[in-house]
């Protein structure tokens, strides 16, 4: 990778490599960092700037202890029976208790009559202070600095990842006991707020290390956002919104006094869709300003004044980041199937706490601060368990595709590709799968394998030849490639559970089948597969906990050309 510039690759070692620039990151670093371990954690931006939450406000689930089983009971009906209640209550609980902790690192919540209130917060701030905390405790932060593969031990452990440093325009490589991915999800370049930077590098580098993704049918959140400048994906505003289309007419969307979930959808597919924020009264505007202020950023630039206007609306994906699907863990400290390597934030499968249903916002705030410190003690805890000798360990590159042609040294044949594969094509082409709501939104079985033929066409041109110039040229070529992984696993989850539950919407299977009370595990690079990790029910004192439950493969690859399975 990147030959040309081998001879001045940075090479360091920590106990624990933190890859990721956002609140799980953080708290993952901080984490492993309070267990004695020497930490660097390494971020595609600035570590405190880049990244959907650093972007704006948000809220956090992080009720008063008197209100647990209220938002327990709440957070596993929005789960239709995929949620875990033993994680649901045990995310609140650390969220809880952690909190404290960030007030006492700087940050300011509001107070209400001399008591925090710790519902929400300003990411801009929230991210400084998590940065300065870093600092404090003596984690070692790489900037700009976007890892690409993982480093594998004999034995199939982590122990380090290599990338690439922008500014420097050199590579580098972090030998490490354990490595945490808390990189984010994947929202496809779709240029929602924050986003860009998710682009599924740690799914595909979970994979390549033997690890597994889970929920993966759970890729396909869609946001609102004004039309006129699509990437200000915050929805609150719009709860006070009344919908009306091209000429007009008043658009409803109202079943039994509350908005449907997919009428805007189909209104959009339908023609243009117009939103007016005449529902909001002076207290609501108040509020809905100051909380969401960043919203109301695009009508102050083009002097347009949402209240008594007319404002095309449109969706942008946010695939996996709003979503739920990500890197299967498979225990408590956050441990994924790979030996000394974890996964924390939207990196990982949110199934537990959200079911098939999306965990936007406070929930999935409230994920990040307590798998990022689980996911960090779990990663100290394995650093330590190898002894002193753990970074002497004979390592290998994992990573393939987007970095080294697995066709280098062959004989070229008719149907290789032999020149260098072009990076902005290849993302193009994933996007005019992903984006389109007829296709990732309204799905069904021939509309998935459509889009699987034309991504398996993609994924074999990422095997040739990457384009390695420049610092900037390796980076492309890997995330052309994770992205066109990602959405291959996305698309085939999705073709092989048959049924519509939360976001996974199935046209040619409109129901929810209760008898599909399973996770949908699935991984390979080449060959793809899914598995059926079925949930079963057990009493702990008055309240049910789902429990995973692993069985044989039962369901492998596919031809994606075929009409039917």
Known sequence: MLTVHSEN?????????????????????????????????????????????????????????ENWDKVLSERYRVGKNLANLRWIERVIEKTWLSLPLVESWGYRFPKEDGESVRQSYYGPEYMRVLRKNLLRVGVQILDQSPALELLLADDGSVAGAKGVQRQH????????????LANGGCAFLSKALGCNTNTGDGLLMAVEAGGELSSMEASNHYAISTAFNATVTRGVPFGWASYTDEAGNDLGGYINGRRDASFLPNALMKGSVYARLDKATPEVKAVIEKSHFISFLPYTKAGI???TERVPVTLVLEGTVRGTGGIRIVNDQCATKVPGLYAAGDAASREFLAGLASGGGGPNAAWAISTGQWAGVGAADFAKSLGAHANERVTRPAGQVGLRSPLAGRSPSPSSPTSEFDSEAIVHGVQAQMFPL???????????????????????????????????????????AALTAVARWAYFSALHRTETRSEHIRMDYPETDPNQRYYQATGGLDKLWVRRDWITDTMSGDKPQSVYATPPVITTQITPTVSKL
């Open 305 to 307: 004044d949402p209240y």
């Open 169 to 180: 325009h050199r590579t580098y490589i972090v030998r490490a006991g354990a490595v945490v």
């Open 438 to 480: 007829e296709k990732n939104y309204l799905r069904s079985e021939q509309g998935l394998l459509d889009s699987l033929a034309k991504l398996e066409t993609l994924w074999q041109q990422v095997q040739g030849n990457p384009k390695q110039d420049t610092v900037r040229d390796v980076e492309f070529s890997r995330r052309a």
């Open 9 to 65: 690759e940075l090479k360091l070692t920590a106990d624990v490599l933190v890859i990721g620039g956002g609140p799980a990151a953080a708290w993952a670093a901080w984490a492993a960092a309070s267990q004695g371990a020497k930490v660097i954690i390494v971020d595609k931006g600035f570590l405190g700037t880049s990244g959907a939450a650093a972007a704006s406000g948000n809220g956090i689930m992080a009720p008063s202890p």
